[in-house]
């Protein structure tokens, strides 16, 4: 099993429409630990560590979101898996 860590960045309307709250069950629900948190530009920035099938599934709804989120477009990465966080949580800046 590959673990690996993604770092994205979701732009659109997905600010005010609960996006973090829901990124953070769906990231529990994969097993995946890191975070999630609003921009000042208006976007939102995850950090995701865990399986890199488990992290595709994540990529996969981030790039549609909640109910009431409109995605225009998302960039990510992959990096080295660190290992340094024992949980998925949302961080306010």
């Given at each position: 099993?590959?673990?690996?860590?993604?770092?994205?960045?979701?732009?659109?309307?997905?600010?005010?429409?609960f996006?973090?709250?829901?990124?953070?069950?769906?990231?529990?629900?994969?097993?995946?630990?890191?975070?999630?948190?609003?921009?000042?530009?208006?976007?939102?920035?995850?950090?995701?560590?865990?399986?890199?099938?488990?992290?595709?599934?994540?990529?996969?709804?981030?790039?549609?979101?909640?109910?009431?989120?409109r995605?225009?477009?998302?960039?990510?990465?992959?990096?080295?898996?660190?290992?340094?966080?024992s949980?998925?949580?949302?961080?306010?800046?």
């Amino acid at each position: 099993m590959i673990k690996t860590r993604l770092h994205a960045i979701v732009y659109g309307y997905v600010q005010g429409v609960f996006f973090r709250a829901n990124t953070q069950r769906k990231a529990i629900e994969l097993g995946l630990s890191g975070w999630v948190r609003n921009r000042n530009d208006g976007s939102v920035e995850i950090i995701a560590e865990g399986e890199k099938e488990a992290l595709g599934s994540l990529l996969s709804w981030c790039k549609k979101g909640p109910p009431g989120a409109r995605v225009d477009r998302m960039e990510h990465s992959w990096e080295d898996f660190k290992g340094e966080f024992s949980s998925f949580s949302i961080r306010y800046r």
